[in-house]
């Protein structure tokens, strides 16, 4: 069984934690806390398509152009190739799943 409190821990950005709850050859799923005014930089990925699902808070997240706002209970699918970035633009912290086939790392490209 796994969960935040044995899973596999790393800190990213400004203040943003992440936990591995699996990390396979083939498969990737994160569980991911932003505070507010934090996220990610603009980037697509060649290889892995991704779905971001919104455990609590509010994500604003743009793809390929166009901004979404995902709700708890939420998700959008991110396909290979395409341009995104998520934020928390809110009050409170963002937590959320992002599940990636292939796994991403190492495959990240940043967009202007």
């Known amino acids: 069984m796994t969960s935040t409190e044995n899973a596999?821990?790393?800190?990213?950005g400004n203040g943003c934690d992440g936990w591995h709850l699996v990390r396979s050859p083939n498969?990737?799923?994160?569980q991911e806390r932003v505070p507010p005014g934090c996220g990610e930089v603009r980037h697509f990925h060649n290889h892995a398509e991704q779905f971001f699902f919104v455990l609590s808070g509010i994500a604003t997240i743009e793809l390929?152009?166009?901004?979404?706002?995902?709700?708890?209970?939420?998700?959008?699918?991110?396909?290979?190739?395409?341009?995104?970035?998520?934020r928390n633009t809110h009050g409170e912290d963002l937590i959320f799943t992002v599940t990636s086939t292939p796994p991403s790392h190492g495959d990240r490209v940043l967009v202007d």
């Open 64 to 86: 390929g152009g166009t901004t979404h706002l995902l709700h708890p209970q939420q998700g959008i699918h991110v396909p290979a190739g395409t341009p995104h970035q998520l």
């Open 27 to 30: 498969l990737s799923v994160i």
């Open 8 to 12: 596999e821990h790393y800190q990213w």
